[in-house]
């Protein structure tokens, strides 16, 4: 009895000095960074650290911050929206360039507010050699200054709940945004910081001119409203945020081009202009053309752009043709609506019925041309009297009344993606149904276009009767009063009103140059 109480006293004694050891024995060596991971957290800490995704994909790739806020079209190429439009990231042109263009980031913004990380206890602080040196403040880094607090307001705007910015014009409000607080506060930031510095060289008819009525209205009509703006534009590069290179392609098509040849002798042209203004001037170059845009309506602008080094690439490229199967990037280029002016007086085109007093279920009057619009003619011309598709009108028969006595509006592609027909129908009052592929419709960065359009694949034209009657009277009514209310966007004006759609073209350009930062090579003192 004596032994075995002898051996327990020596097991008490014995136990608590392997546990001790065993425990030791588990910890890691000083300065070790091994960590236990537990499989439960496994995944995500594998995804922490893996490589991160290339340049080239990112630029391509724009990031979605939900299905809410993405209008997504054709072979599902989607235009940015606010949360994605601060967020994004593409790659900089070219790294080994004196200066760099940059994407924000979250960690951006914070640096920005004077956060930084703390030394750990562990680590010994490193001493400096030499007195830090101070960095010389350029204009460039006021500028990024301004757009760096522009990025934070409307973040702000876009998160915020409660009282709405007063405005004496228009309020941004209702379903037709998707966030209307975030638009509002990114125009009026707009407004208070955004210069446009022109190009000067180039003589008309080529450069600084262009047409102001026809299909490509909007070409001439923004170059010549920029070159006499006096809010937006400033006479000194120094100032601006973006250059505008400002060649008119129908200009060159009209009086250089030659029937039965190829375009090359337009790209030439191009070419040889970029080439000129990177020789002149110092902007291009710093940036390789990122923060630089040009504007066309003409079919061949985006081939002919190809010509110019980096100016497809990387400038930012307002066009009518935004087909994303043919190199438009709505992380960067800008969907410009298509226009077709053919009188002095804007006041006429605008107007219609009330929703109940329109008889025709839906509408379509023009050429059977292109990929989409066989389509559309195979099954429903002369086939059904609630969907009058029609080649051509019959003399004396009013293309405007009839739009205005629609519901529904048919706006399927030509030889390209976009159409004159979708701002014909928001001025008349009719509910636009866009029938493309690969095509981004403008200003899809603000505007929920499903909250005011019909969006038809392709595959669903034989299906079209059934899509629009299957519409509910209520729903349909919303509809077409969201349709009146964002026509206003697509208004021109002589001068431009506020929220028209030159500002509205301005407001896309100033999106993509908010997400971008461009830096100088580091002048030290």
């Known amino acids: ?46 995804d922490a650290v893996k490589a991160p995704p290339s340049a080239s994909q990112m630029r391509d790739k724009p990031l979605k911050s939900g ?47 004077g956060n930084s990380s703390s030394p750990s206890i562990n680590e010994s602080p490193s001493l400096p050699l030499s007195p830090k040196r101070r960095r010389v403040k350029t204009n460039l880094d006021k500028l990024e200054i301004g757009l760096l607090q522009a990025r934070a307001a409307i973040r702000a705007a876009a998160a915020a709940n409660g009282s709405r910015v007063q405005d004496p014009d228009y309020i941004p409000s209702g379903p037709i945004y998707l966030n209307a607080k975030a638009f509002h506060r990114s125009y009026l930031e707009m407004e208070k910081r955004f210069k446009i510095f022109v190009y000067r060289e180039g003589d008309p008819p080529l450069f600084h001119d262009g047409p102001c009525y026809n299909l490509y209205t909007i070409e001439g009509i923004f170059i010549n409203k920029l070159q006499i703006d006096k809010h937006f534009q400033t006479q000194d590069p120094e100032n601006a ?11 060159m098509v009209h009086y250089v081009w030659k029937k039965g040849t190829y375009f090359t002798a337009i790209g030439n042209i191009i070419k040889d202009y970029v080439e000129l203004i990177a020789r002149k001037h110092q902007y291009f170059n710093r940036s390789l053309g990122t923060d630089h845009f040009m504007l066309s309506c003409h079919d061949w602008a985006p081939i002919t752009s190809l010509y110019a080094p980096h100016l497809a690439e990387n400038s930012i490229r307002a066009l009518c043709n935004a087909n994303s199967s043919e190199g438009f990037n709505p992380v960067k280029d800008v969907s410009v609506p298509e226009i077709n002016l053919k009188i002095n007086k804007l006041d006429t085109l605008i107007g219609g019925l009330s929703p109940s007093k329109r008889s025709i279920l839906a509408f379509f009057a023009g050429g059977n041309h292109g990929p989409v619009r066989p389509l559309v003619f195979k099954h429903w011309e002369n086939k059904d009297p609630d969907i009058q598709v029609h080649n051509h009108l019959r003399k004396g028969v009013s293309y405007q009344n009839l739009m205005r006595s629609s519901k529904f509006c048919l706006c399927p592609s030509g030889y390209e993606v976009a159409s004159p027909r979708i701002t014909e129908s928001l001025y008349n009052g009719c509910v636009p149904v866009l029938i493309s592929k690969s095509y981004v419709p403008p200003f899809s960065d603000v ?67 908010i997400n971008i930062r461009v830096n100088e090579r580091n002048k030290l003192l």
């Open 1 to 46: 009895m004596a032994n075995s109480s002898s051996s327990f006293r020596i097991l008490l004694y014995v136990l608590p000095s392997v546990l001790v050891l065993g425990l030791i024995s588990l910890l890691p060596p000083k300065g070790s960074s091994w960590a236990m991971i537990s499989p439960s957290s496994s995944n995500t800490n594998v």
């Open 447 to 513: 505007l929920k276009w499903k909250s005011f359009a019909v969006i038809i694949s392709l595959e669903d034209i034989p299906n079209l009767k059934k899509i629009l009657m299957g519409i509910p009277d209520r729903q349909y009514i919303k509809m077409q009063r969201r349709a009146v209310q964002v026509a206003r966007h697509f208004q021109i004006n002589t001068p431009p009103k506020r929220f028209d759609v030159f500002h509205m073209i301005l407001h896309s350009i100033w999106l993509r140059r």
């Open 67 to 113: 299905s809410d806020m993405v209008a997504g079209h054709g072979d599902k190429k989607e235009a940015i929206s606010y949360g994605a439009v601060l967020n994004f990231s593409t790659s900089p042109p070219q790294a080994e360039q004196a200066s760099q263009v940059q994407q924000f980031s979250e960690s951006d913004d914070a640096a920005s507010r």
């Open 241 to 251: 945020h973006v250059f505008f290179l400002p060649y008119s392609v129908f200009g």
